[in-house]
């Protein structure tokens, strides 16, 4: 009697990523990017679907500042004649999302949310940096790829390293202020412990300001003159 046929091996398929589109998420409770991801199999078994990993990171050293930003980005990064040595990416995101089956081609979003936080580096970045230009980005993937077994209805895993997924992409940096803004309408969140906050509205009250943004810009005016000598 002759044995059936043995299934021929398993071909892990050979993908390729690029990232091509960004837009704002319009309905999200948070303010929310999605990057649209292209998947391309150049070669191997066909996908039966991918649990893909992602790390989002803003390769700062690959954009020029002006004088404004430069200024304004000494906080993260020291002095601009420090950049050479002190410049290093930023993570941005990680996120995980779940790709389909497909043979040649497919397309799937990544969600970034963008919290506006003043203490995060990110956002102190990209505040630094304005409107104008793009934001250099770089994504890292990594994960599990199944993969159909020829000959046969089971599928084989295998894993996507990190150094086969660095997909570079140019986001304009108006994007991520005008999603912001419509969020906030121009208006950072602050942190502040309770004891501060307490303090400063009872320094709202005393001097009878209508807000505590009119609280802290007196405040501010008042440190400023004291230095300007201003009487």
């Known amino acids: 009697m002759t044995a059936p046929p043995k299934p021929s091996a398993a071909v892990a398929p050979d993908l390729a990523f690029a990232v091509t589109a960004a ?3 319009r309905f999200a409770a948070l303010p929310t990017l999605r990057f649209r991801l292209e998947i391309v199999r150049n070669g191997g078994s066909p996908v ?3 649990a893909l990993n992602t790390v989002v990171r803003i390769d700062v050293a690959r954009r020029r500042y002006g004088p404004r930003a430069r200024a304004a980005l000494t906080e993260l990064f ?3 004649e420090q950049w050479a040595n002190g410049m ?4 941005w995101a990680r996120s995980t999302v779940h790709v389909p089956a497909f043979d040649d081609r497919t397309t799937v979003e990544i969600p970034v949310e963008c919290p506006y936080d003043t203490e995060l580096a990110v956002v102190k970045y990209l505040r630094a940096v304005g409107g104008d230009g793009d934001v250099p980005l770089d994504f890292l993937f990594s994960g599990t790829v199944f993969h159909r077994l ?6 084989a895993a295998s ?3 990190w150094s086969d997924g660095d997909v570079r992409f140019g986001m304009p940096a108006a994007l991520w202020h005008s999603l912001t803004d419509r969020y906030h309408a121009g208006s950072p969140w602050l942190r502040l412990s309770r004891e501060t906050y307490d303090r400063l509205d009872a320094y709202r009250a005393r ?3 209508g807000t505590p943004d009119d609280a802290v ?3 501010l005016d008042g440190v400023a003159h004291h230095h300007s000598g201003t009487p």
């Not at 290093?88 to 993570?91: K, N, Q």
């Not at 020829?150 to 599928?155: A, E, F, I, M």
């Open 207 to 209: 001097h009878v300001f």
């Open 23 to 25: 837009q704002e998420e």
């Open 78 to 80: 020291g002095a601009p």
């Open 48 to 50: 039966g679907s991918i």
């Open 150 to 155: 020829p000959g046969t209805p089971g599928l």
């Open 88 to 91: 290093r990416p930023l993570t």
């Open 159 to 161: 894993r996507i390293p």
């Open 217 to 219: 810009r007196a405040l």
